[in-house]
Each structure stands twice: as C-alpha cells, then as structure tokens.
C-alpha cells in the first residue's frame, strides 16, 4: 500500500507536470487524488497499533536504505499532511481562475510536495528522511518561487532555499555523526546515545530542524515565503513542511535527550523563536504576514515543549501540532480569500468584513479563537496541555520557561485578537473598494478545516486517543496523558483564562493604534546582502582567474605541474646516474638541445620549420644509439611529412612572429626553465628507483612464441597492444578527415582551375 | 639513466613550453612538436640502458635494449605526428579566415571578468500567472541591489 | 617548385618511385622480424607522393577513399576473430614455403598492417590536398605537362595487396 501510494503521487506529478496546460483547474483534482487516498489509508491506522512497513536495500555496501513504517504516529502525521493537501488541492481551484497560466506547474510541483512530505514522515530511517527532506526544500523553493517573473517572489525563493539547503547540509552531516554514534540508521531502532559525536550530532540536526521550522535567527526566509500563492502558504508555510523540523526533533529526541546539549539549545531556540514571532506578529498590517510571523511564533513554542522533553510536553507538542495544522492552514485560506474577493491584505485598510463575509468570519473566527486557546475549540485542550507541561517543572526552569511560555500565549491571544479586529471587526463600511463574489470551493475547504476544529473538541476522546497512540511511540510514558474538555479550575485553566483575558486586551489596544507599513525586514536583508555579496565575491574571482588569455593559463598549469614535480628532488640517488651510454649519444643530445633552442628564436616560420626538422632528425639519431631501429625508420618518415606539412601549411607566410611585452618574454622564459628542471628532476627521481630488471628476456621469448615474430617491439603494437594500435589508426583517420574539413573552402577552390586545364 | 638523455628532455620541454605559451599557432605548433620528443625520449630514458636492438635473431638477449618503451614511443611518435598536422591544419584555417594565426583571448571569458554583477538573468521573463489577485508581493521589503549590464534582461532593480 | 625549373629532378624522381615502391613492400613485409611494419611503409608511400606531387608529377587525390579503405579493412580485421568466438584482433600465423624467399611466416596482423598503410597514405594525402600542395605547383610560369598521375596512386596500393 505504502509502495501504491507513492507510485501514486508519482503518476499524479507527472500528469499534471505533462498535461498540465490543457487540464486547467482539472489539474488540481488530479493533484488531489493521491492526497486524498493517502488521508484515507492514514486513517485506517491511526490510533491503532498496527505497523505497515515496506523498504529495499539501496546501496548495501554502505548499509543505506530506503525503509518506510506507517505506525499511529507516522499515520497521524501523514493524515494531517494528506488531508489538509487534499483541501488546499480544493481550495486552490477556487483561488485560481480557470484561465490561469502555469496551473498544471502549480498541480505538479504541490502534489511531488505532497508526495514529498508523505515520504518524509513514513521515512523509517535517516537516509530516506534526509532524502525527502531536500526534496521538500527543492518544491518549497520551486513553489515560494512559482511567480517567477516577480523579483520579490525569486529573492524569497533564493533565500528560502539558501537556509533551508543549508540545513539540509547541516542535517546530512548530523545523520553521518548520528548513525556512526548510534550504529544504526533505522529510526525504530533507536536507543539514547552519548559522548562527544552524539553532541555534535546533535547540534547539527538541531540546527537543521532550525532552518526548516523557521527558528530564530533561521526564520527569516519563512516571513518571505509568503510571496507564493496562498495556498501554498497554507499548505507548505503553515501546515506541513515547517513542520518537518519539529517532527524531526520529535522522532529523533529519543537518542539525544541524554546529551547536553539537546534540552538547552532546543529550549534557546524555541522560546526565543516563540516571543520574537509573535512580537513580529503585532507589528505588521499585512494578514498574511501576521499569520506568517504567528506561525513562527508557534513552531518555537513546538520546538520549546519537545526541548522539554518531558512525556507531558511531547504529549501537548504533537496535540499542539495537530491542532496548528488545522487552525493555521484555515486561517491561511481565510486570509486568502479575503485577498482575492477585496485585492487587500492590509488589516489598515480592510473592516467590517463580517458583515458581507459571514461564512468566512465564522471560519476566521473559530480558528481563530482556537489558536487563542479559547475554549470549546480543539486549540484549547492543546493549549491547556502545554501549559501544564510547562508547570509541571521544577525550580528555575518553572520560573523561566513557564514564564517565557505564558508570556507567548499572551502575545499569540494579542496578535490574534487584532488580526480577527483588523480584518472583520470595525463597524465603517471599506471606502472603494467592492467585495467579490465568493468562491465556493475556497469557502468548502475552509469550513471543513473549522468543522474539524470544532469536532476535534467535540469528539475530544477520539482525539485523544490519536494522539496518546502516536505519543507513547517517542515517549512511552506520556500514554498516562489526557486532552481535557473541562479540566477543572486547575491552575493551568486560571492561567489560561487569565491570558486569554490579558491577551485580547492587548490586542485590541494595538488594533486600535495604526501603524503605517511593516517593520523593515533586517535579517532577510542581511541574508539576502550575503548572498549577493557570495556571489558577486564569485563573480571577482572567476574574473581574476578566467581571464581568458590561453597562454597565461598554460603557464599557470605549467608552473602547477612543475612545483608538484619538485618533491622528487629528494628521491635522487647520484649513483644511478651517469653521463652518457655511449659517446653519440651525447653528440646528438647537444645537437637536439642546440637546434630546440635555435627553434625559440628563429623567427621565420619557414627557418622554424627547418629547425624543426634539425630535432626531428637529430631524435632520429639518438634513436640509433640507443638501440631502437623501429623507431629511427618511423622518425625519419614523420619528420619529412612533418616538415613538408609544415613547408606546404605555414611556409609561404613570409610575415614575422610578433613580438611581446618584454616583462612577459621574462615570464615565459622563467616558466620554460622551470617545467624543463621539474620534469629533469622527475625523471632523474624516476631513475633513481627502479622496480627491478626490465623484462626483455620474457618478452622476447612469448613476441617469438606467442606473436610469430622476431621483431618485439612489432609485435608487441600489434599483438599485445593491438588495441592501443587500433585506437592510434583511429586516431590518424580522425585527423585526415580534421585536416580535410577544415581546410576544404580553400582546397576546393583550388582545384578547379586544375581540373578545367586538364 | 644517463644525463644526457636527462638534459636533451628537460630542454626539449623547456623551448616547448616556452612556444606553446606563445600567441602564434604557428609557434604553438612547433612547441608541441618538441613536447612530444620530450615526451618520447623520457619514454625511452625511462626503460633502462641501451641497448642492442630487440629483434630477436638467436644470440644473446642479455644486452638487449627494453622493448616495451619503444613500443610505447612508437604509438607516442605517430599519436604526435597526428596531433602536429591537425594543429597546422587548424593554424591554416585561423589564418585563411583571419588573416594571421595569433591566438586571440577567449570573448566570452573576458566579457565574463567585465561584467559587474553576478546574477544574469535570462528567464523568459513574459510568462504571468494570472491568478486573479496578485498576492504576496508586499511580503517584505526586499533591499536586493542587483543591477545588470545586459540588455534586455530584468534586473531586480527594474522592479523597485 | 624545384621541379618546374628542372625536369632532371622530375626524372630522378620518376626513376626512384618504383624503387621506393619495392622498399615499401618490403618494410611491409619485414615488419614482424625486422624494423619496418604498416606505419612505416604507410610513410614511405606518403613520402613518395610527396616527391611526385613536388615535383608536379600527380596531384594528390581521393584521400578519402584511402581512408575508407583503410579504416574498414582495419575495423573488419579487428572484429572478425569475434566470428570465431575469439578476442577482439586476435592473430592468427600462417607459415609455408614459397619460391625464392624460402620459409615465409606471416599472420593476419599483415591484413591489418595493410589498413594501416592505407590510412596513413589518406592522411598524407589529405595533408598535401588540404594544405594546397597543389596550388604549389600549379603556379608556375608554364602549366604542367603531365597530367595528374591518379592512377599511379592506385596501382602502387594495388600491388601492395
């Protein structure tokens, strides 16, 4: 089944992806189809203590594999994830208009996410997490950047995907330090870990948890997604792949609670995280970035209850995400369709809504509320739990994180309370501006989401029950937990109910005062500036470095080649070395040498040419004296073709060879000498340590036994190295068939004066 | 290995070098000429002593010179013969078109070291989704001071 | 050059070409026992062309087929072994007695050797067509007197096979 309904997604992407132009908005119910049956699959498991598994080895050698289990947790999450995508694969054909251009590349790059994300929360071992985890980055980019002839939607795309690659990078180290540390990589098996590597391991995937939930000082990128369509805000931004970091955190804390550096670093991040979004949520106008800081604000509180690590606080964690996933994704439809019917966002300029939006301010207004943590709303259990956890410490720790964790309840009731004021709150009617007629299909997914807020409190014990089975797999102890409709007048509920009533008030005083435009957006101008300052740091240096003269870069390699070669100083042994074999040989050496230097200063091509063929024939000679007759035959006849080619091809130029900037002659001579020592040395070094007696005699005997021939080197090039042979005739054909293409114009103008004559 | 053999490479390679860094074909050509003796006398050195030729004709092998290097030259010795025309030929033609044989600097390099930004910029930039609202873009200010040199290319600095 | 000013030249040249045709077959031949073989003869007809051509006896022609010719009997030598189930270029050695040479050994690898002369004869073909060693001769004072000895090309790689 697990296999089916990824090979579903599969299909699904790549239909949309191919046909996408003339399917329009049939497109999306397409993308829909898998994320539907996956919701639905998902249900069959939830709650329950079944265990569907599935996997192959990919690369045995390294002991990586692709491994899935579907178990109450991975159920639940897959139905949040599937099930809030089918609604925004609903949602989407109502915000999109059918003539929409790039729709079937919308429906395609949503559903591989979808896809995506399935993968990454059935993934049963590291590998196959990290493995959808950039693949969720990869569509999130693609996505955030889906308007992609607006600049603003490509920095965020850039941006978003920067930080979230970066952590991706900090998450593949992390899994090599975890699985070296922990010797296994499959996550149902996991067992706590310690020591030095299990720290660092811990560190990194912290930090990429960070940058993928949007984690202070990482959240930047995630105000700046909002560029893409609403949907995918709510899908992607709100709902799914933020959540990735905290799902992460949540399956893998087992093995790390027990280093040092997992409870503090988690708790830093997430209380800072949660009071810094939620201060950016007060200061902006713009809805969906409200909700958009709101959202981070969230997922530092997620991250702080699972830095807790107490079975309570990941009790209220996963009832918390679940509860996010449902309010914040209908929040974010809302937001969108209140754009999409008034062409504004802007809580300055938007009032009164309730009246002439009645259905869509009851949605507001329920998910609102239960992301206050009002009650009878599913926020409020959740909520309520968290706050309890948080109680439930001991000494400082109480005091701090109870203190940090209340305050942020105070502020997400404050920024909630002006959002639900500025939008529909107000009585004035909106100046200029008419409201659309609504959409239906927006309106379905969105009442289906509040229904599901409101049913989740309703039918609490089921809820509970999901929750508890999903809860005990990443902390056995927490199945003694309970999500309450009523708890009592514990102090949790007088805490709550006092923050609810402190936070409304302070959200309606901020509402009243206006603020004219946002707050600037320093850190992802800053990220942004580094990028760019990276890249353009890239663009000196390529500059520098290809600067595109061909001799300066022969002479760079040259110079490379001969500081490698110096090393070999040190292998010269003095005895292995003498001056020569026999007296012609070092005749023809100062003959070679005296006409090699003749050939850098002659300076007609015709008398270069000749020197030329003063080498050639000089080689030949030195071929004589050291007893290689095939080779004086071969270099005699090449020197003459040579030098004919060279006569015929170059010969009747009679202009001089130009001369160069005295300051590089000097460097060209310097650079000569330099590889002509090195490659000396090298061979000198090469000399100095034989690896035993040349074997001629061996090879004589198998060229007259094996070849049927007395010549060995003959037979050695057409027998033992027939290939080598065939491949240099390769070689000479492809240089007859050069030779003719690129000087054929000229030839055949040539000949045909010839041929008339004849 | 004897010295001399040592010198004659290491002042073939040198005189080679120092025509193939040259900005005439011409020149380069007969640079690689002289690397490729190089090349096939280190082959040669490199197999031992000299020796009498190895034909095999019933007399003593003992002294006989190593024939694997000299097989190895001789593929050495035609692959550079090859490789030394096909440079002429294309000397020719850089001269039938251009009038010299100079090798020139690449264009798209140096127009790469010229130009001062790092972003360019050459989607198709006329494709919109016409979604019916244009939602998003007044997510963040976004300070991004790219600018291009290009022509007809968009720069984000266009759109401020 | 040489040879429009002299017809001694062309004479010599005339009278050496059958003698260097013999030397080739023979550096042919003598490849597997003696230095020689089909690069070295191949160079040695080249050589010959090059005269001739110099000389403004034949204008250097049809490398093209040469090549063809040579490449395909190479390329065909190479595969064929895999007929018979053996190694790509396997060699196979055939010796026996004939008139006046007495024992002659010789293998497939002449087959190959063969290819090998005709491709490198295509390329210094190509490499006096393609540098315009024509042209050389043909701007003399006077036109040629001979015509352009094609055939000659022809009959010396015909009598090597």
Request: glycine share 10%; aromatic share 6%; charged share 15%.
């Amino acid at each position: 089944m697990i296999w089916f309904l990824l090979v579903l997604y599969v299909a699904a992407a790549s239909a949309t992806a191919t046909l996408g132009g003339r399917l329009g908005r049939n497109a999306l119910w397409i993308a829909a189809v898998p994320m539907a049956a996956t919701a639905l699959w998902s249900l069959t498991i939830v709650g329950s203590d079944d265990v569907v598994s599935a996997g192959f080895d990919w690369v045995p050698g390294l002991d990586v594999s692709i491994l899935f289990r579907v178990d109450a947790l991975h159920a639940l999450l897959s139905l949040m994830v599937a099930g809030i995508g089918a609604l925004v694969c609903v949602y989407s054909a109502g915000y999109f208009t059918s003539g929409a251009a790039g729709l079937g590349r919308f429906a395609a790059t949503l559903v591989t996410f979808s896809g995506a994300m399935v993968g990454l929360v059935w993934a049963d071992s590291v590998w196959t997490l990290f493995l959808f985890w950039e693949l969720t980055s990869i569509t999130s980019f693609l996505l955030v950047g889906f308007k992609h002839t607006d600049p603003v939607a490509r920095t965020a795309a850039r941006r978003a995907l920067v930080i979230t690659a970066g952590g991706g990078l900090a998450l593949l180290a992390g899994f090599v330090l975890y699985v070296d540390a922990a010797g296994t990589a499959v996550l149902s098996d996991i067992s706590p870990i310690t020591g030095s590597t299990a720290t660092a391991a811990a560190v990194l995937i912290l930090i990429a948890a960070a940058t993928k939930s949007a984690q202070v000082p990482f959240h930047v990128w995630l105000p700046g997604a909002m560029a893409a369509p609403t949907p995918v805000s709510a899908y992607l931004h709100s709902a799914t792949m933020v959540k990735a970091g905290v799902i992460l955190v949540a399956v893998i804390a087992p093995a790390f609670q027990e280093t040092d550096v997992w409870k503090p670093l988690g708790l830093a991040f997430g209380l800072t995280t949660m009071i810094w979004g939620a201060i950016g949520a007060l200061r902006h106008v713009d809805a969906k970035l409200i909700l958009a800081w709101g959202t981070v604000s969230q997922l530092g509180l997620l991250i702080a209850l699972l830095g807790i690590g107490t079975p309570k606080a990941t009790f209220a964690a996963i009832a918390l995400l679940v509860a996010h996933a449902v309010f914040k994704a209908a929040l974010f439809m809302v937001v969108g369709e209140v754009d999409v019917r008034t062409g504004t966002r802007n809580i300055n300029e938007l009032s009164g809504l309730r009246r002439s939006m009645p259905i869509t301010f009851a949605v507001a207004l329920v998910s609102g509320l239960s992301m206050a943590g009002v009650p009878p709303l599913l926020g409020f259990p959740a909520k309520e739990a968290a706050i309890e956890a948080v109680l439930g410490l001991e000494g400082s720790e109480r005091l701090l994180v109870g203190g940090l964790v209340i305050g942020g309840a105070v502020l997400t009731v404050a920024y909630t309370t002006r959002l639900l004021f500025g939008m529909f709150g107000r009585s004035e009617p909106m100046p200029d501006r008419r409201v659309a007629p609504s959409r239906p299909a927006m309106v379905v997914a969105e009442v289906v989401l509040a229904f599901a807020t409101v049913a989740g409190f309703v039918a609490l014990g089921g809820v509970t029950q999901l929750v508890r089975s999903a809860a005990v797999l990443v902390a056995p102890k927490a199945e003694v937990y309970s999500l309450l409709r009523w708890p009592g007048l514990t102090t949790a509920f007088i805490v709550s109910m006092i923050v609810v009533v402190l936070g409304s008030v302070v959200g309606v005083a901020v509402a009243r005062r206006v603020v004219v435009g946002g707050p600037a957006a320093r850190g992802a101008a800053n990220v942004d500036a580094l990028i760019d300052g990276i890249g353009r740091a890239a663009r000196r240096v390529a500059g520098r470095v290809q600067h595109g003269s061909l001799p300066l870069y022969l002479a760079t390699t040259v110079v490379m080649v001969a500081l490698a070669s110096a090393v070999f100083v040190v292998e010269i042994d003095a005895d292995a070395l003498y001056w020569w074999d026999n007296r012609a040989e070092a005749v023809l050496v100062v003959m070679i040498v005296a006409a090699a230097v003749a050939a850098t200063t002659v300076d007609s091509r015709l008398g270069a040419a000749l020197v030329l063929g003063a080498v050639g024939f000089s080689v030949a000679g030195l071929f004589v004296a050291l007893g290689a007759p095939d080779l004086v035959l071969t270099q005699l006849l090449v020197e003459t073709v040579i030098v004919v080619g060279f006569v015929l091809g170059l010969g009747r130029l009679a202009t001089r060879f130009p001369t160069a900037t005295r300051l590089w002659l000097a460097g060209r001579i310097v650079v000569s000498v330099l590889i002509g020592a090195a490659i000396a040395v090298a061979l000198a070094g090469a000399a100095s340590s034989p690896s035993g007696q040349p074997p001629v005699l061996d090879l004589a005997t198998s060229a007259v036994a094996d070849g049927g021939g007395n010549n060995v080197v003959n037979v050695i090039l057409t027998d033992t190295r027939a290939l080598d042979t065939l491949g240099e005739v390769v070689v000479l054909l492809t240089v007859a068939v050069g030779i003719l293409t690129l000087t054929r114009t000229r030839s055949r103008r040539h000949h045909e004066p010839t041929e008339s004559a004849t | 290995m004897s010295l001399a053999m040592i010198i004659a490479v290491g002042a073939l390679a040198s005189t080679g070098t120092f025509l193939v860094t040259s900005r005439s074909l011409s020149r380069i050509v007969l640079g690689f000429a002289l690397l490729g003796h190089a090349a096939v006398l280190a082959l040669l050195a490199s197999g031992g002593r000299a020796g009498r030729p190895p034909i095999v004709d019933g007399s003593a092998t003992a002294e006989t010179a190593n024939p694997l290097p000299q097989a190895l030259s001789l593929t050495a010795i035609v692959i550079s013969f090859g490789l030394t025309l096909y440079l002429l030929a294309l000397a020719r033609r850089q001269q039938m078109l251009t009038g010299d044989d100079l090798v020139e600097d690449d264009v798209e390099d140096r127009r790469i070291a010229a130009t001062e930004d790092w972003v360019v910029l050459t989607s198709d930039e006329t494709l919109a989704i016409e979604s019916h609202h244009d939602d998003g873009s007044g997510a963040e200010a976004d300070p991004n001071p790219a600018s291009n040199v290009e022509l007809n290319v968009e720069s984000n600095e266009a759109h401020r | 050059m040489i040879a429009r000013t002299s017809p001694i030249v062309r004479l010599a040249v005339r009278a050496v070409t059958p003698i260097a045709l013999l030397i080739a077959a023979f550096v042919l031949f003598a490849g597997h026992n003696q230095p020689g073989g089909g690069f070295a003869a191949g160079l040695l007809l080249g050589a010959v062309i090059v005269l001739r051509t110099v000389a403004g006896l034949q204008q250097p022609r049809h490398a093209a087929v040469f090549l063809a010719v040579g490449g395909v009997i190479v390329g065909l030598e190479a595969l064929t072994p895999l007929l018979w189930g053996q190694p790509l270029l396997d060699q196979v050695v055939v010796s026996r007695h004939v008139p006046l040479l007495g024992k002659v050994k010789t293998g497939s690898a002449l087959i190959f050797d063969l290819g090998v002369v005709a491709v490198v004869v295509g390329l210094v073909i190509a490499v006096l067509d393609g540098f315009g060693a024509a042209s050389l001769v043909d701007r003399g004072r006077r036109p040629i007197d001979d015509a352009p000895v094609d055939a000659s090309v022809d009959t010396d790689s015909g009598r090597n096979r």
